[in-house]
């Protein structure tokens, strides 16, 4: 067991992101065992879903010619345009059935404001609307969280990076996570990462 205020994120280990799936991550299921064996070593352990509703703005299928993996602006910022992924209910959103889901203190959900997308388990991609994992966290007396899932550039890194900068100490597991890598998005995600000061383990 890990020092008592010690949380493990497992972000987003979803059918869709693995082999298969409308998004899929090189072997995004490959992790699943090793993740369900870390949960032993932690007093709380958070599951966080991507959640989209049909009409999600960051679905390529809802900008007119637009591909999917091209980028377009959004009133918060330049936002990626995805294949159509983790729609509320569907078998895509649902967690990989291997993933003992079962073992889950809570089950976050994110991405279901169809206006902004958001890749990070603490705040949406305008960088300003709270989830309330950090509060969530916080009453539980969590002061140090550990990240594993799906995927590493996106929203792995984009959850380690706002739990530093809420003061978390920050792990992320490269080994028991994987990544899309976009035009070069896994090595800046690391870099990213790295400035501050996330231990990539
Ligand atoms: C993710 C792209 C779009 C992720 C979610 O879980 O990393 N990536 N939605
Ligand atoms: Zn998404």
Same mark, same amino acid.
């Given at each position: 067991?890990?020092?008592?205020?010690?949380?493990? #994120?497992?972000?987003?280990?979803? +059918?869709? @992101?693995?082999?298969?799936?409308? #998004?899929?991550?090189?072997?995004?299921?490959?992790?699943?065992? %090793?993740? +369900?064996?870390?949960?032993?070593? *932690? =007093?709380?352990?958070?599951?966080?879903?991507?959640?989209?509703?049909?009409?999600?703005? !960051? @679905?390529? !299928?809802?900008?007119?010619?637009?591909?999917? @993996? !091209?980028?377009?602006?959004?009133?918060?910022?330049?936002?990626?345009?995805?294949?159509?992924? $983790?729609?509320? +209910?569907?078998?895509?959103?649902? @967690?990989?059935?291997?993933? &003992? =889901?079962?073992?889950?203190?809570?089950?976050?959900?994110?991405?279901?404001?169809?206006?902004?997308?958001?890749?990070?388990? *603490? *705040?949406?991609?305008?960088?300003?609307?709270? &989830?309330?994992?950090? %509060?969530?966290?916080?009453?539980?007396?969590?002061?140090?969280?550990?990240?594993?899932? #799906? =995927?590493?550039?996106? $929203?792995?890194?984009?959850?380690?990076?706002?739990?530093?900068?809420?003061? *978390?100490?920050?792990?992320?597991?490269?080994? #028991?996570?994987?990544?899309?890598?976009? +035009?070069? !998005?896994?090595?800046?995600?690391?870099?990213?990462?790295?400035?501050?000061?996330?231990?990539?383990?």
């Amino acid at each position: 067991m890990q020092d008592a205020p010690h949380a493990l #994120l497992v972000i987003d280990v979803q +059918n869709d @992101f693995c082999p298969g799936g409308a #998004l899929a991550v090189a072997e995004g299921d490959v992790i699943v065992p %090793g993740i +369900n064996a870390l949960m032993a070593d *932690f =007093a709380v352990v958070v599951l966080t879903q991507d959640w989209h509703p049909a009409t999600h703005s !960051s @679905f390529a !299928s809802r900008h007119p010619g637009a591909a999917p @993996f !091209s980028e377009t602006r959004m009133p918060y910022g330049p936002q990626t345009l995805w294949p159509d992924h $983790c729609i509320q +209910n569907s078998t895509g959103a649902d @967690f990989h059935p291997g993933l &003992t =889901a079962g073992r889950a203190d809570m089950i976050l959900r994110k991405g279901v404001n169809p206006a902004i997308d958001s890749y990070s388990a *603490f *705040f949406e991609n305008d960088r300003q609307t709270a &989830t309330g994992l950090d %509060g969530y966290l916080r009453s539980r007396g969590i002061t140090a969280v550990t990240l594993v899932g #799906l =995927a590493t550039d996106y $929203c792995v890194a984009y959850s380690a990076l706002d739990a530093a900068r809420l003061g *978390f100490a920050v792990t992320v597991r490269g080994d #028991l996570c994987r990544a899309i890598d976009l +035009n070069g !998005s896994l090595s800046a995600a690391l870099v990213q990462m790295q400035e501050a000061g996330v231990t990539l383990a």
